[in-house]
């Protein structure tokens, strides 16, 4: 696996399609876990660069308490304490994922649990200063569904960063059609956050083109 092709690569990626269950998806990411940094690379994904640069406009404080939501195995964390933050979670539906990020040393609580549906987060209500959420908003992942758990566990006035392949917006049917960013939106008008910022990022590949979505809690 280690030896695969950036088109290897994206068409696995591609296969996250037919896996509609949070099973199936975990057995995906356990089975890239001990590859992942590695094939990250070749595939030539910059996602936890680019979040942690933006983090840093709004959150200015380095003892910020953060959590990173499907932290994968921890390449997000690793960016956010090589920019000087000392007080990251991590979150993960993938179990050997986790053991991946826990031997990165960066984070300070780690959990596993899938997310979205009637899986909350076992987090206090307004505990973290900022979320960020990187490649997880991608086909059978994450849900709009998680947006009102992340607001919970985020304290008024803080922020949370949602970063994910601008192509994942038509690509998925749950998002598709704008219903990802209405969801958003609906969010918005009950007073729950607010958008301040959309930022697009575009890649030599445009199929790796981001989009970030940061928001401020009300
Ligand atoms: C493409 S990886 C991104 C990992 C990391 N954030 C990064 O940027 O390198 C997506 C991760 O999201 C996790 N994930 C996807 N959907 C999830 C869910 N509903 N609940 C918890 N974890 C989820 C997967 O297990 C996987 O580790």
Redesign the pocket.
């Known amino acids: 696996m280690a030896d695969w092709t950036k088109e290897h690569i994206l068409a696995h990626?591609l296969t996250l399609k037919d896996r509609s269950t949070?099973e199936k998806?975990?057995q995906?990411?356990?089975d890239?876990?001990p590859n992942?940094?590695k094939i990250?690379v070749t595939a030539g994904?910059f996602?936890?660069s680019v979040?942690s640069t933006l983090l840093q406009k709004y959150v200015t404080s380095k003892e910020a308490r953060l959590m990173?939501?499907?932290?994968?195995?921890?390449?997000?964390g690793e960016c956010l304490a090589n920019s000087g933050y000392t007080n990251i979670d991590a979150?993960?539906?993938?179990a050997l994922?986790i053991e991946e990020a826990r031997k990165k040393n960066v984070y300070t609580n780690l959990y596993v649990?899938?997310?979205?549906g009637d899986?909350k987060l076992n987090i206090e209500n307004d505990t973290y200063d900022a979320i960020?959420?990187?490649?997880?908003f991608?086909f059978?992942?994450?849900?709009s569904d998680?947006f009102p758990d992340l607001i919970r566990v985020t304290k008024p006035g803080g922020y949370i960063l949602i970063?994910m392949r601008t192509q994942w917006l038509e690509l998925e049917a749950s998002y598709a059609e704008g219903k990802l960013e209405g969801d958003m939106v609906k969010l918005e008008n009950d007073g729950k956050w607010k958008l301040v910022e959309k930022h697009d990022h575009e890649a030599d590949d445009s199929a790796l083109n981001l989009v970030t979505f940061i928001h401020k809690v009300c």
């Open positions: 990626i949070p998806v975990e995906f990411f356990d890239l876990a992942y940094d990250v994904y996602g936890p979040t990173d939501i499907a932290s994968g195995t921890g390449l997000v979150v993960d539906g993938s994922s649990q899938w997310l979205g899986n960020v959420c990187t490649g997880a991608a059978n992942q994450l849900k998680v970063n």
